[in-house]
């Protein structure tokens, strides 16, 4: 996805960090402002854009939280193209992949415009202001928060008496299983990679364990929680069980998460979202580590249109 270096762009990009063991270590977000109503980024609508690609599990989240609180018009979106190049993350020049914010080509353009200048990884999504032609933040579990507090007072997705439950969950569910697949597929070493697969399915087991009894993670109610779970497991079956060998089971064989997942999906606006097509091809581009034929497999076929016996309200 290549990297910035005081605001110029390097096509070479390092490579995924790792241990001395072999383990997969994420590179952190650096650029973290915060909307508040009384601070430099008040949440004003309109005044925000989202820069996201549908392949990305962090943008997706993002994407998730405006549409199910109809935050579409409040928030405008530019989506980059599904397949990264050697300029990273890029847009075409018109239709549903062009920029119509920045007119830029490709993302890192976006933070080449950032003051100071930024120097780190290129990556999506990116929450932007209009108004001081910036960058406020490029992590998604902050933009998730924002976009569900700052622009609902009412905390739909984030109650205060439920808020240290999401927290937790969004920790244990982030280190184990939203991360724990991608430490699975880019460990170096056997015993980096037994240890990330038993992390991620015995999470998995009590998720199941937890979801037979409970509507959703917390309070049997939808929360942001549930919402930075999903996409994972709307990659899992079709990309992460095949591309990232996490193939101890599918989601498909676990009743309880299956069922969850489906549920989300029928929420308005959550299926808009949704690209196993482009999931597919994004996770079997050719790699050294993962593919290197970049052969593309013809299945699974997922049928996400089977009804839950659930039923997960969307918030009002």
Same mark, same amino acid.
């Given at each position: 996805?290549?990297?910035?270096i005081?605001?110029?762009y390097?096509?070479?990009?390092p490579g995924p960090?790792t241990?001395?063991n ?10 973290r402002d915060?909307?508040t109503?009384?601070g430099?980024? @008040? @949440?004003?609508?309109g ?5 996201v690609a549908w ?6 989240r993002t994407?998730l ?13 530019s989506?980059?193209?599904?397949r990264?190049?050697d300029?990273?993350w890029?847009?075409d ?11 830029a &080509?490709a993302?890192h353009?976006?933070?080449?415009? &950032?003051? @100071? ?13 209009k108004?001081?032609?910036q960058?406020v933040?490029n992590e ?11 622009f609902d007072p ?5 109650p205060?008496?439920?808020e240290?439950d ?11 299983i939203n ?8 460990a170096r070493t056997?015993?980096?990679y ?6 991620l399915?015995?999470?998995l087991d ?9 509507a959703?993670?917390v309070g049997?109610?939808?929360t942001?929680?549930d919402?930075?779970?999903?996409p994972?497991?709307?990659?899992f079956?079709?990309a992460?069980h ?12 676990y ?6 997942a489906r549920?989300?999906y ?6 808009e979202?949704?690209k196993?097509d482009?999931y ?7 790699s050294q580590?993962?593919n @290197?034929?970049?052969i ?5 076929r ?6 839950a ?8």
């Amino acid at each position: 996805m290549g990297v910035m270096i005081e605001g110029r762009y390097e096509a070479e990009d390092p490579g995924p960090g790792t241990t001395r063991n072999g383990a997969y270590e994420r590179a952190k977000s650096t650029l973290r402002d915060w909307i508040t109503a009384d601070g430099p980024f @008040p @949440p004003d609508a309109g005044r925000y854009h989202l820069f996201v690609a549908w392949n990305c599990p962090w943008a997706h989240r993002t994407l998730l939280v405006r549409a199910v609180l109809g935050l579409q018009d409040a928030i405008s979106i530019s989506i980059a193209k599904p397949r990264r190049t050697d300029q990273g993350w890029v847009f075409d020049s018109e239709g549903e992949y062009a920029d119509t914010e920045l007119n830029a &080509q490709a993302v890192h353009q976006v933070y080449a415009r &950032q003051r @100071p200048t930024y120097t780190g990884r290129i990556t999506v999504p990116v929450l932007w202001d209009k108004d001081t032609q910036q960058i406020v933040s490029n992590e998604s579990a902050d933009i998730v928060r924002m976009l569900a507090t700052a622009f609902d007072p009412d905390r739909h997705l984030c109650p205060s008496q439920h808020e240290a439950d999401i927290d937790r969950w969004n920790t244990l569910i982030h280190a184990k299983i939203n991360n724990g697949v991608y430490r699975a597929g880019f460990a170096r070493t056997q015993e980096a990679y037994d240890a990330a697969v038993t992390d991620l399915f015995n999470t998995l087991d009590d998720l199941e364990q937890h979801l037979s009894g409970h509507a959703t993670l917390v309070g049997n109610q939808l929360t942001e929680a549930d919402l930075r779970f999903f996409p994972t497991l709307a990659r899992f079956d079709v990309a992460y069980h095949y591309a990232f060998k996490c193939n101890l089971a599918k989601l498909s064989n676990y009743p309880a998460l299956w069922d969850y997942a489906r549920a989300l999906y029928a929420l308005p606006g959550v299926e808009e979202t949704v690209k196993p097509d482009i999931y597919k091809a994004g996770y079997f581009s050719p790699s050294q580590l993962r593919n @290197p034929l970049g052969i593309i497999p013809a299945g699974p076929r997922v049928d996400w249109s089977l009804p839950a016996k659930r039923t997960i309200n969307k918030p009002v």
